[in-house]
DNA sequence: CATAAGACTTGCAGATACACGT
DNA sequence: ACGTGTATCTGCAAGTCTTATG
């Protein structure tokens, strides 16, 4: 690749130099509207929002306080289904195209789902997309590295228009004929096949059919977005308008620390020793040599090959001989794998095996500090009890559990006595848990809190700053010569576990962590950490550089587990795998066409495992439903989507599937979505003859669904299909619906595309105890707003017909002009219209949880080339942590589509 | 092959920091 | 200056997926 000499790029000069928010300019200002959008835009205004409401009541799903009783609050039942898909029409592209002959049963089965009649592409761009499949690995390389990693000046010279891109790379999955300099480049450059398309892609000819015209506009997003659209039985909680969520601008003062993103190269990991001494801003702002170089090749550095991205780490996927490949795509699959081989060969990763590093660095891990006894002594049977240190501790872990919703489950008790009977021995006073009062500790507990609150803000800062010099060294690695930040390096203290839903192992005690249960990894020549403790030592040190952690523990609650000490989200390592996992994902639009013709038409396949993949596929696809891994009967009792039961899933008549199950961390999934009638008819089948708490999917299972997923694209997993779905939903959505208008109008249609895709992924947060208390609050303000508004029009009324206002209650009103008075109408208007807005968005959001999807399923490059062309400040959209998280996203081609 | 072990990502909640209106 | 509400950070639980093992 080439190297960037030439320095920074212009957003690295912003972000180094200026206070101010990072703006994304243009070299030319012009262009910044996608011509199509307009037109698209009217698609939006069609669009309504899953409803929020998606818990049930009753289910005791998570630990929070209250929680129960604020779930117990929500009856809404159906979940949304969210985008509907306005962002698909491939109208404009289609009229670049000629209508293709192909017909398709998979098409057919579709239409349910396109009741907007979106065009469909034409064969040819299919023809070109499978081209793209097989090229995939060329054309990442030349994505990632011949564009992606120049100047942003640079690359802003050439061609900022994106409607100059439209030729050559159709891309599928809008109507936008944008496409990306790298897509067109690799289509002219990967003609090299010689094989005829149509031998390679006999499957081809199935795929798109006359009739699947909406199929592929809509295919990209779940279904559930799709099914809104017709989905009577949602609720239609929507608003298309565009709410301000009220999200505070970043203070511009975060931003001179923004160079923390940049990676100190040390010379030598000797350095160490220096390293130590700077403090962690002063650090961050020093001296960087590779400063002018974007971290995205900074990364490579290490690798002594030099090579280009592999974009992917994984090892060369074996070409198996799988049914799928017969009845479609074998000779395709085959050629794909053979370059998919050899391009992973030449990377770095694979040149290097498995070897995630050369030299690490790094101090080991902090521990919390030993228990003090505070010698507060609770009650038993009414009567002061005395406590050993040990005791105590586990009784202090209980009592200040108090007001949490533990308290209610008999479970949470149960395991805490049997755990600290233990401890008690079985001659102690205590002997059962109903007769300990443990308010006395509980109330000691909340002093030492207020106590703590009551200090000087100097005190504060004075803890504080004592606190991060004690931590200072562990907070740091230095990897390959890069100074990182660590994790997770303080060890997790002792405590009462607290699973989350109704886990059966909720309350046991979580023993304290020792020296000796730590098991070390650090570089061969690194000096080893000392051990904090003295007297004790490590479990193990370990140089194994084909792992990422720099230390684990086995879990105290579940010893076959561990518990790892990573780098942190900013740390270039995971920044890598970040962008190889949204590189799988970009791959998977290469494919996702032929894999939902193949799980289509396997729907009604005779073999019941084919059928069950399929249903399944079909399912994690449309729905972003986790795969469903087994699960342990110690464990919390949730499920996934290989792991549904009968009972998860209800068939209605005609054509109805109504979802209810507990999901990840026990929050409740339900929905209703209509699907094509095989789906339907398979789910029924799948169903006879069993047990409400029989596997769905009794056939199936993550490993046969991932092997299968496997044979259809190198490296693809049912989770990938989340990152997909999320990712291009939110690429379609910023597209259609950005308009020219303010910052703040664009930050608004963001942040509503960030909530479907939240929705989509069934993120959901607990609704926060002063919610309802909150919303009053604003009802309140607004009933004010308009009585005031009621006064000032008829003091209007009065000041047109020359009277002096009338006096109200408290005081009298100024005498104004009409116009004076006009004007503080309209201001009171506009107030009272923000206000209800802010509501709506308030109680519309008050159970979705946009972080997670921003941080983990949106490809930051998106927003990062969104805020490009649209001037939007990346700061607007990225707080400090996401900016270092996503580094390597910041020089992205403002042209650059998911 | 099935299962276990191991490694890494994803996810929610509570604590804490911070901005905003009064 | 202060309380309140929100945004962000942190902690750690709970997933996914790969690899090793018998």
Redesign the pocket.
């Known amino acids: 690749m080439a190297v960037q000499t030439s320095g920074r790029s212009v957003y690295d000069d912003d972000f180094d130099e200026e206070d101010g928010p990072t703006v994304f300019k243009r070299s030319k200002p012009t262009a910044k509207q996608n011509p199509l959008n307009s037109e698209v835009n009217k698609l939006s205004s069609q669009r309504r929002d899953g409803q929020s409401g998606r818990q049930v009541s009753g289910i005791p ?7 129960s009783s604020q779930k117990g609050k929500m009856v809404t039942s159906n979940k949304a289904s969210p985008v509907k898909s306005p962002a698909a029409s491939p109208k404009a592209s289609t009229s670049s195209v000629k209508a293709s002959p192909e017909k398709s049963p998979v098409a057919n089965s579709r239409k349910l789902s396109m009741s907007d009649g979106h065009a469909k592409h034409s064969s040819e761009q299919k023809l070109s997309r499978s081209i793209k499949e097989e090229m995939y690995s060329a054309e990442n390389n030349d994505s990632e590295d011949s564009e992606d990693d120049k100047p942003l000046s640079a690359r802003l010279k050439g061609n900022s228009n994106p409607a100059h891109k439209g030729i050559g790379k159709p891309i599928p999955t809008t109507s936008l004929p944008t496409v990306s300099k790298n897509a067109a480049k690799k289509y002219s450059e990967d003609s090299d096949d010689e094989v005829p398309l149509s031998s390679r892609f006999p499957f081809k000819s199935n795929v798109g059919t006359p009739n699947s015209k909406s199929y592929e506009s809509e295919e990209k997003k779940p279904l559930a977005s799709k099914i809104q659209q017709n989905g009577s039985t949602l609720r239609d909680k929507q608003h298309k308008s565009s709410m301000v ?7 511009t ?2 931003s001179s620390d923004q160079s923390s993103v940049k990676k100190t190269k040390l010379s030598d990991t000797s350095t160490t020793v220096k390293i130590k001494q700077v403090s962690v801003k002063a650090e961050l702002k020093t001296d960087d040599d590779d400063d002018h170089i974007p971290i995205a090749q900074r990364i490579k550095k290490p690798s002594a090959s030099g090579n280009k991205s592999s974009s992917t780490k ?2 060369p996927v074996k070409v198996a001989s799988s049914s799928f490949k017969k009845t479609t795509q074998k000779s395709k699959k085959a050629v794909k794998n053979s370059k998919y081989i050899k391009s992973t060969k030449m990377s770095p990763s694979a040149g290097d095996g ?1 070897k ?1 590093w050369t030299t690490l660095v790094h101090n080991g891990v902090i521990f919390p500090p030993p228990y003090k006894p505070h010698g507060v002594k609770m009650r038993y049977s009414g009567k002061p009890v005395d406590l050993n240190p040990d005791q105590e501790e586990v009784a202090t872990m209980f009592a ?1 559990m108090k007001d ?2 533990y308290m209610q489950k008999d479970k949470f008790k149960e395991n805490f006595w049997t755990d600290w009977r233990k401890l008690l021995g079985k001659n102690h006073v205590i002997q059962s848990l109903e007769k300990c009062d443990f308010t006395p500790i509980y109330d000691w507990c909340q002093q030492e ?1 207020e106590k ?1 609150k009551q200090m000087s803000t100097e005190e ?1 800062k004075a803890v ?1 700053e004592e606190k991060l010099n004690q931590e200072e060294k562990y907070m740091w690695a230095i990897v390959d010569g890069v100074k990182e930040k660590v ?7 002792p ?1 009462l ?5 109704e ?1 059966p ?2 309350g046991k005690l ?1 023993k304290r962590i020792r020296p000796r249960d730590i ?1 070390i ?1 650090i570089g061969k020549d690194a000096p080893i950490p000392e051990c904090p403790i003295p007297g004790e030592s490590w479990k193990e040190v ?1 140089h ?1 550089n ?4 720099l230390a ?1 523990w ?2 105290p ?2 010893p ?5 000490v ?1 780098l ?2 900013s740390s270039t ?2 920044g890598q ?2 962008k190889e ?1 949204y590189e799988k994902a970009r791959m998977l639009k290469d494919y996702i066409e032929n894999i939902r013709a193949a799980y289509t038409k396997n729907f009604t396949s005779k073999d019941v495992m084919k059928r069950q993949i399929a249903v399944a596929t079909y399912l994690i696809d449309k729905l972003a ?8 009967d110690d ?2 009792d ?1 499920v ?4 549904l039961k009968v009972e998860n899933v209800k068939a209605v008549a005609p054509n109805t599937l109504e979802f209810n199950f ?6 409740r999934y339900e929905n209703k979505v209509e699907v094509e009638l095989p789906v339907y008819k398979a789910i029924i089948q799948f169903q006879a003859g069993k047990k409400g708490s029989d596997d769905l999917f009794d056939q199936l ?7 299968h ?2 044979e259809l694209m190198p ?9 997909y779905n999320a990712s291009i939903t939110l690429d379609e959505m910023l597209n259609i619906e950005t308009k020219d208008g303010d910052v703040a109008e664009k930050i608004v249609v963001y942040q509503h595309a960030n909530k479907e895709v ?1 929705i989509i ?6 609704v ?4 309802s ?2 919303m009053s ?2 009802n309140e ?1 607004i009933s004010e707003l308009q009585g005031l508004l009621k006064e000032l029009k008829t003091d209007l009324d009065r000041a047109k017909k020359g009277k002096p206002p009338l006096k109200n209650a408290d005081g009298k009103r100024r005498n104004l002009a009409p116009e004076a008075i006009e004007k503080k109408i309209a201001q009171t208007n506009t107030k009272i219209e923000k206000m209800v807005r ?1 509501m709506k968005t ?1 109680e519309d ?1 008050k159970t979705v ?1 946009l ?3 921003k ?3 949106l490809d930051p490059r998106i927003t990062v080339a969104w805020c490009k062309r649209h001037e939007v400040p990346i700061e607007k959209i ?5 900016l270092a998280k996503f580094a390597w996203a910041m020089d992205v081609d403002p042209d650059f589509r998911f």
Request: hydrophobic share 25%; glycine share 8%.
């Open positions: 799903s998570s630990n929070g306080q209250n929680l969520i009220g999200k505070r601008p970043l203070d003062a975060n994984q090892k498995q995630k200040v949490t919703d809190k703590k504060k504080k994790g997770n390096f303080r060890v997790e203290p405590g576990f607290r699973g989350r839903g886990h192992k909720m979580k098991t990894n370990r194994d084909t792992v990422t952690w684990f086995n879990d609650i579940n076959k587990e561990f518990k790892y990573f942190a989200a390592l995971k795998s970040d996992k439903l986790r795969a469903g891994n087994e699960k342990d464990e919390a949730t996934g989507c290989c792991t507990l999901g990840k961390d026990s929050i299972d993550t490993s046969k669904l991932n092997a997923l496997k490296g693809l997993t049912a989770k990938v299909f989340r990152t939240a992924c069934n993120h959901q947060r607990s926060s105890k002063s919610h208390q909150q609050r604003l303000k802010d308030k959001l949880a972080g997670t999807s941080i983990n399923y990225f707080n400090k942590s996401l």
